[in-house]
């Protein structure tokens, strides 16, 4: 069982930036491939970033790619998303979720899931 916590959304204005945390409770961290999605209200879920499980791979959501970037610390057992020139559109809550093997992009194949963190951006 793997138990996913995120921290550091927060109320920040259009142009600024976040850094989301995804701490993970397993040991065996470094078999994971971790990801980001985030659900603004009245809309579906969608895919922001995943990376694979040394980290050397990524991939990113048009909408997101090169304004935010993902990282994970295997020593700390932490998932990152530094989110920058942030977006009114950006505004949703972020999940973070985490899969054994290939890191994708599609929600269903991602077993474990994090409660969420709030990220809204005034504009």
């Known amino acids: 069982q793997v138990q996913l916590v995120e921290s550091g959304g927060g109320l920040v204005q259009a142009g600024g930036s976040l850094r989301l945390s995804c701490a993970a409770s397993?040991?065996?961290?470094?078999?994971?491939?971790m990801a980001w999605f985030r659900q603004a209200p009245g809309k579906e879920r969608e895919f922001v970033a995943t990376?694979?499980?040394?980290?050397?791979?990524?991939l990113y959501a048009d909408s997101v790619k090169g304004r935010f970037t993902i990282s994970r610390d295997n020593a700390k057992n932490t998932v990152y998303l530094q989110m920058n020139s942030l977006k009114p559109e950006d505004t949703a809550v972020y999940y973070c979720?985490?899969?054994?093997?290939?890191?994708?992009?599609?929600?269903?194949?991602?077993?474990?899931w994090g409660q969420g963190t709030q990220v809204t951006v005034s504009s």
């Open positions: 979720a985490a899969r054994r093997g290939i890191a994708r992009s599609s929600g269903p194949e991602y077993d474990y």
């Open positions: 990376i694979s499980w040394s980290g050397g791979s990524t």
């Open positions: 397993v040991r065996t961290f470094r078999s994971y491939a």
